[in-house]
Structure formats: C-alpha cells, structure tokens
C-alpha cells in the first residue's frame, strides 16, 4: 500500500477520475462557454488563474450574493471561498451595492476628493488605528508605494521578506530560499541562497540584488538579516496565509518589532488576507505596532480599492521627502486609484458592513467548522491538522502545525487538496483553489457550515474505504 498524507495514492487518484467525469456530466453549459472562450480567451479565461480550480473545463459563475453562488447550470453552492477574501463580507453587501449604484450616477471617477473623503478617513483611522492613511486599487499596489517611502525614508535600498511570503504582485517579495542541503553537494555555500521564486515568467532582474529572505519564526535568521544594517523594511504577513497556513509562535511578533527597531527597519503588516483575525485585523487584536499597515481584496466590500496606514512619525518623514524631492511623478498611483466608485463602496463597507456584529457571527462558525474538522481528523486518524486566523481556516497534511513555509510546502499534496476541492464542488460546497482554505462571511449559515462538515466526512470515509460509487 503506497500512503501519501493518510490516503492511499491508488484510491485519490481512482476517485479523481470519477469526479472528473461527474464534473463533465453535472456542468455542460460551463463546459460548452469553456469552448467558446477559447476562440479568444488564454486558456479560456479572463485571467489564466481562474484555471486553477483542478476541475476539467472551468467553472462559469452566473451570480453571486452572500454566501450562495450560483453557476451558469443552475447548481447552488454554500461558498467557502469568497473570492479568496475578496468577498470575505459576502457576495455584493446591499449598503455597498446602494453605495455603488448612488455613486454611478454622480460619477465614476474624477481625480478629485469628494464629500465623503473625510468621513473615510475617519473611519480607517478609528477601524485600525494608524492615523494617517492612502488609497490605492489593488494590494499590491499599495505595498509597492509603502516599499517605495520606506526606502526614501530610511536612505536603504533592500527589503526583507519572508520565505513563501504572499504580497501580491510584488517584485521584491518574489524570492524564496534555496537550502544548503539541495545545493551543497555542487559546490554552492553551506548556508540557504536568496533567488527569485522558480515560477515567474519573464522576470529579467535578479530579484535577490533588492531583497533579502529569511524563514518565518526563525529569529536568529531575522536578527542576522537584519544586522548588516541594509533593509529598509521588513513586509511581513502577520500569519502566513498563502503556502497553507504559517501560524506565528509565541513571542515571534514581539520580537520583530524590537529587532526592526533596534536596527533602524521600519515594519510593514500586510493584512489583505489576515483581516479575517477580527475587526481591526490581527494587528488590533494582538496589539502590533507597524510603522505601515496594508490593507486590500475585502476593505471596500469585493469592489477594487486597497488602503495604507502610517504612524504620525511617517507622516513627518514622508513631508519631508516631498518637499525635498525634484517635481515630477513619485511613481506611486495610478489614475484610477481612489475614483468615486471605490471611495464609495469604502465608506459602507467600513461603516455598515465590517462591524463588531459580522466578525462575532462570522468568527463563531469558523470556531463550529474547526472544532468538526478537528474531531473527523481525529475520529478517522488522519495525520492532518487544522490552523486558524479568526475566521479564516485551513487543513494541512501534516500531523503539527508547520513553523515555516518550506514545512508547509513540504506537507502538501497537490492530488489529495484536488480530489477533496473537486468532490466538494461536485456536491455543493466551494472552497479555495490552490489550497484547502475555507472562510466564513456574516451571510454565512450554520447550515452550510454543518453541510460542508458533512460533506467533507463523507469524502475521507470513500477515500479510506475504497468505495468509489
């Protein structure tokens, strides 16, 4: 018998076929648009992510609203995924749909503030603290103009990151870490090497020259990065969220903020997916202190908006930097970063949406959907575990939480996350691609909880069983 997490490999891969084929047969219209999108589409999508689900001809979404999406064949699923944090607060929230629908009529963008601009503001400075604040459309924007003052501001020119790290679509953070183990019988140094991530395209510039790498919860890495006196910040994710999830140990973010003080580093938290922890994000619940704070996907309720936050004493420093810097563009925004629409969907969301309410309800059925994930590893003695950020949570095939990302990389196992992920849709429940990633948003219900629990229990007892009807 050949094991693999648990699961004998011969009967994940005899179930794939079957879902496969129950795919094809349940979806016929996603299948046909599939076809007709590749007159014209990569792949047959907008985006060629969107090929990433492990189902054989895309999924096509006809709507969308709360916890419920609905596909072009008529097939309801309780939806776990929400746009992998995007619609973390539900599928179109009805103030942020009135919000946009007022807003369209009295203009889409201007490149002016508006009436609303202040009250904004307000609201970011009393939701997470910082009291200084900019607008941007997307996350990754957002950190490549906070790694752009940070440099300024410090006179450094390198970043620190950490290894497997998720920041979006970020040169700097493009790195990884390759072990001495792997390349110290060529002759390479006995200690881990900074290269760029083995899966950019068409990446040209040695990623490594500008940024630095460590493991995450790793210390005495970070102290000796740190040490040499060169980076300007370290962009960090408070809980690593995208190579499964890397929970911090105790005392780690303590220490990252001493030694980023101590060896003038500025701290940038980045909590586009760890806005789940609560409201406020993890840094209100934990109490960090990041000279920076971003923050994107679900801050404007699932519309394209993304915000950073600064202390008062960026504020003085970034004047500064402006004032003393020649005329001409910062190379930070775009034309379309802070429009009226994003504005808009902004103030509800924070205001109407986002509340101390919707995290209690969301946060209690993340804890019910844990605690039942929990007791099937434990009923059937599978050797996973279950990681959770308040209402964020995610499976692992390893029987302890990982420290790092390379542990984390190193438990996964792409077959088995793509029977389960493909089985689950097959019957009515989404969860996120890539990863086996579930979220919980204030639309959803205790009964899709109890279904997707139901569900899952069902597709490890046909796994463990060898019963593939």
């Keep these: 018998m050949s094991l693999r997490a648990g699961v004998e490999r011969e009967s994940i891969h005899r179930l794939w076929r079957l879902e496969q084929q129950r795919y094809l047969q349940q979806h016929p219209r996603s299948v046909a648009l599939a076809a007709a999108g590749r007159e014209h589409w990569l792949g047959g999508v907008p985006m060629h ?6 189902t054989p001809q895309p999924l096509h979404v006809a709507r969308a609203s709360g916890a419920t999406l609905t596909d072009v064949d008529g097939h309801d699923y309780a939806d776990f995924c929400l746009g992998d944090t995007g619609a973390m607060f539900g599928h179109s929230p009805p103030p942020v749909v009135a919000a946009l629908q007022a807003q369209a009529a009295a203009g889409l963008t201007t490149l002016l503030p508006s009436a609303i601009t202040a009250e904004v503001g307000a609201l970011l400075a009393q939701r997470f603290g910082l009291p200084w604040w900019q607008v941007t459309l997307t996350a990754s924007d957002a950190n490549r103009s906070v790694l752009r ?12 990151v950490f290894d497997q790290c998720y920041h979006g679509q970020v040169d700097e953070a493009m790195v990884t870490l390759v072990p001495p183990a792997v390349e110290g019988a060529a002759g390479y140094a006995a200690v881990p090497r900074v290269t760029n991530r083995p899966g950019l395209v068409g990446q040209a510039a040695d990623l490594a020259l500008h940024s630095g790498c460590v493991p995450f919860n790793d210390l005495l890495a970070l102290e000796a990065a740190l040490a040499t006196g060169e980076y300007a910040c370290v962009l960090a994710e408070p809980v690593m969220t995208n190579c499964g999830m890397v929970l911090p140990e105790a005392g780690f973010h303590c220490a990252l903020r001493e030694l980023t003080r101590r060896y003038g580093t500025l701290l940038v938290i980045d909590e586009t997916h760890t806005i789940s922890s609560g409201l406020g994000g993890y840094t209100a619940r934990h109490g960090l202190e990041p000279d920076f704070f971003v923050l994107g996907k679900a801050v404007a309720g699932g519309f394209p908006c993304a915000v950073y936050g600064f202390t008062d004493a960026m504020r003085v420093g970034i004047e500064e930097v402006q004032r003393s810097k020649a005329a001409g563009h910062s190379g930070m925004g775009t034309t379309l970063s802070a429009n009226a629409m994003a504005m808009a969907a902004l103030r509800a969301n924070l205001a109407e949406v986002m509340t101390p309410q919707a995290y209690l309800h969301m946060e209690a059925l993340a804890v019910v959907l844990a605690e039942g994930l929990t007791a099937l590893i434990a009923d059937t003695g599978l050797p996973w575990q279950v990681s959770r950020v308040g209402m964020r949570l995610e499976v692992g095939f390893s029987p302890v939480p990982p420290r790092n990302g390379a542990e984390s990389l190193a438990a996964h196992y792409g077959a088995l996350g793509d ?10 429940a989404l969860i996120t691609p890539f990863h086996l990633m579930l979220l919980v948003s204030p639309a959803t219900t205790l009964t899709q909880v109890r279904h997707l629990l139901a569900l899952w229990r069902e597709a490890v007892a046909v796994l463990q069983s060898g019963t593939l009807a």
């Design 49 to 54: 992510w969107m090929q990433d689900w492990g």
């Design 149 to 160: 003052w940070t440099r300024a501001l410090t006179g450094r020119q390198r970043v620190l």
């Design 419 to 428: 029977v389960l992920r493909l089985y689950l849709l097959n019957r009515g």
